[in-house]
């Protein structure tokens, strides 16, 4: 491969549709505020490096960011680009990832808002993650080891798996569907509603009003806190260890309890069949 290092560049499309290279120890900052500077590369290394500038990285195929830095002022730093790897890199600019294909992120920081919008094939691991709207419209999504906190995450998203992970997150998973979650924290009000084919294993869940309206809702071995109002008009398979606060008007299904302190069914707007089985011997459907 070619090398590019120790360089500054500041105008725009610095590097365009560079080729088979390395870019090494540069820095893209400046007064010109050129945007676009790697445009439209071809198999290059960008290692140790530092963004100061719009839209860095758009339209690259097979690419790997590497020890480097993007900070605030490098908006839309990755949009339209396929075959990627960013390692070890911290991201602070807004809507970092978009309408990417095949992207493995791993130990990374990133605080972005609106991050990963209409993605697809995309794997995070060990990683840091803040954003407000993560992942919104995206499919085939895998996280392992994942921090991440934000508001309205994982929103029409399709064929997702997240394991090992903590998300503190609000809205979490509207709309989703083909969601398994494993070993891992959901801290959050409102969570899942109107989703399809989400499944939580050994999950912890944290927050008002979860899991309402959802379709083939399954729970396994799956503990709760703060659960108020949960499974409203949901179909729903569920295994809870220990209390959840209440349970409201289950559409369909079968959810397993040691115990409930409150199991509500009164103003449907509709058929509700759900049952509620205690572990030690019992039903309530009253």
């Given at each position: 491969?070619?090398?590019i290092?120790?360089?500054?560049?500041?105008?725009?499309?610095?590097?365009?549709?560079?080729?088979?290279?390395?870019?090494?120890n540069?820095?893209?900052?400046?007064?010109?505020?050129?945007?676009s500077?790697?445009?439209?590369?071809?198999?290059?290394?960008v290692?140790?490096?530092k963004?100061?500038?719009?839209y860095?990285?758009?339209h690259?195929?097979?690419?790997?960011l590497?020890?480097?830095?993007?900070?605030?002022?490098?908006r839309?730093?990755l949009?339209?680009?396929?075959?990627?790897t960013?390692?070890?890199?911290?991201?602070?600019?807004?809507?970092?990832?978009?309408?990417?294909?095949?992207t493995i992120?791993?130990?990374?920081?990133?605080?972005?808002?609106?991050?990963?919008?209409?993605?697809?094939?995309?794997?995070?691991?060990?990683?840091?993650?803040?954003?407000?709207?993560?992942?919104?419209?995206?499919?085939?999504?895998?996280?392992?080891?994942?921090?991440?906190?934000?508001?309205?995450?994982?929103?029409?998203?399709?064929?997702?798996?997240?394991?090992?992970?903590?998300?503190?997150?609000?809205?979490?998973?509207?709309?989703?569907?083909?969601?398994?979650?494993?070993?891992?924290?959901?801290?959050?009000?409102y969570?899942?509603?109107?989703?399809?084919?989400l499944?939580?294993i050994?999950?912890?869940?944290?927050?008002?009003?979860?899991?309402?309206?959802?379709?083939?809702?399954?729970?396994?071995?799956?503990?709760?806190?703060?659960?108020?109002l949960?499974f409203?008009?949901?179909?729903?398979?569920?295994?809870?260890?220990?209390?959840?606060?209440?349970?409201?008007?289950?559409k369909?299904?079968?959810?397993?309890?040691d115990?409930?302190?409150?199991?509500?069914?009164?103003?449907?707007?509709?058929?509700?069949?759900?049952?509620?089985?205690?572990?030690?011997?019992?039903?309530?459907?009253?």
């Amino acid at each position: 491969m070619e090398l590019i290092e120790n360089k500054t560049y500041d105008d725009e499309r610095a590097l365009y549709n560079i080729k088979d290279t390395e870019v090494r120890n540069c820095i893209f900052a400046g007064e010109q505020d050129g945007e676009s500077v790697l445009k439209e590369t071809r198999n290059v290394i960008v290692n140790n490096c530092k963004f100061s500038l719009r839209y860095p990285i758009w339209h690259a195929q097979k690419y790997e960011l590497i020890n480097s830095e993007l900070d605030e002022k490098t908006r839309a730093s990755l949009w339209y680009s396929n075959n990627g790897t960013i390692n070890n890199t911290i991201i602070t600019g807004v809507k970092a990832l978009r309408e990417c294909n095949n992207t493995i992120i791993n130990n990374c920081k990133i605080i972005s808002t609106e991050f990963g919008w209409k993605t697809t094939n995309t794997e995070m691991n060990n990683t840091e993650i803040e954003s407000e709207y993560i992942f919104l419209d995206s499919k085939n999504i895998k996280l392992s080891n994942v921090k991440f906190k934000g508001k309205y995450s994982f929103q029409y998203t399709e064929n997702v798996e997240i394991e090992n992970s903590i998300l503190d997150t609000k809205d979490a998973f509207w709309h989703a569907k083909n969601v398994t979650v494993r070993d891992s924290i959901i801290k959050g009000e409102y969570l899942a509603w109107f989703s399809d084919g989400l499944t939580l294993i050994n999950c912890k869940i944290i927050g008002t009003q979860p899991l309402c309206y959802c379709k083939n809702l399954k729970l396994i071995n799956c503990k709760t806190e703060e659960c108020d109002l949960s499974f409203e008009y949901s179909e729903v398979d569920a295994d809870i260890v220990g209390n959840i606060i209440s349970i409201k008007n289950p559409k369909s299904g079968i959810i397993k309890v040691d115990s409930v302190n409150k199991i509500i069914n009164e103003d449907s707007i509709m058929n509700v069949e759900g049952k509620v089985i205690y572990k030690n011997g019992g039903i309530d459907n009253e």
